[in-house]
T-cell receptor, first 113, second 115 residues
Framework: DAGVIQSPRHEVTEMGQEVTLRCKPISGHDYLFWYRQTMMRGLELLIY????????DSGMPEDRFSAKMPNASFSTLKIQPSEPRDSAVYFCASSRGGLQPQHFGDGTRLSIL | DQQVKQNSPSLSVQEGRISILNCDYT??????FLWYKKYPAEGPTFLIS?????DKNEDGRFTVFLNKSAKHLSLHIVPSQPGDSAVYFC??????????????FGKGTLLTVNP
């Protein structure tokens, strides 16, 4: 079975630009999670969806961040405008049921110059 | 305020010996705990978990122990192998409603197993 697929794997852009990160969850998984990993804060949950509906976005740092899940096989995390402090590795994870172990993608390493 | 703490950033052990990774938590609402393993440039992968109704769970070379009164859990790897070298994350969840699906992670411990 294919795992969680994230794209791009690396993104380097200048501050002020819009950044879009993409995620394809494992087929049949009804929960999708977006995480951010930084040296200072570690791995922290930004937002999660159930059946394409955002359930908890309390971890989203600012209004510059937004996430959507238009269908069961695709989600995006958008940052507009981007800032250097947004530089981090962003992970997407999915699970079949909210209580099952989450399966992570390999992440997108984002660098904002 | 870190609710899940892994106080050892790194650990080095010899191949064949036991590796013990520790994790402490502060939130008494946490009732389910997981360990994830992460190789460089890859996402975390689930390793083993334990519910708060148990104090031990074993899967092959991996055993997780939970001490609820001390709010402490540990992961034992016996025997350790060079392929176990990775960053290990402790995670916890618990609470009512949707918060029960949210994982809180520690910052990880880098395990190095020397041949």
């Amino acid at each position: 079975d294919a795992g969680v697929i994230q794209s791009p794997r690396h993104e380097v852009t200048e501050m002020g630009q819009e950044v879009t990160l993409r995620c394809k969850p494992i087929s049949g998984h009804d929960y999708l999670f977006w995480y951010r990993q930084t040296m200072m804060r570690g791995l922290e949950l930004l937002i999660y969806f159930n059946n394409n509906v955002p359930i908890d976005d309390s971890g989203m740092p600012e209004d510059r961040f937004s996430a959507k899940m238009p269908n069961a096989s695709f989600s995006t995390l958008k940052i507009q405008p981007s800032e250097p402090r947004d530089s981090a590795v962003y992970f997407c994870a999915s699970s079949r049921g909210g209580l099952q172990p989450q399966h992570f993608g390999d992440g997108t390493r984002l660098s904002i110059l | 305020d870190q609710q899940v703490k892994q106080n050892s950033p790194s650990l080095s052990v010899q191949e064949g010996r036991i590796s013990i990774l520790n994790c402490d938590y502060t939130n008494s609402m946490f009732d389910y705990f997981l360990w994830y393993k992460k190789y460089p440039a890859e996402g975390p992968t689930f390793l083993i978990s334990i519910s708060s109704i148990k104090d031990k769970n074993e899967d092959g070379r991996f055993t997780v122990f939970l001490n609820k009164s001390a709010k402490h859990l540990s992961l034992h790897i016996v025997p350790s192998q060079p392929g176990d070298s990775a960053v290990y994350f402790c995670a916890a969840r618990g609470g009512s409603g949707g918060s029960n699906y949210k994982l809180t992670f520690g910052k990880g411990t880098l395990l190095t197993v020397n041949p």
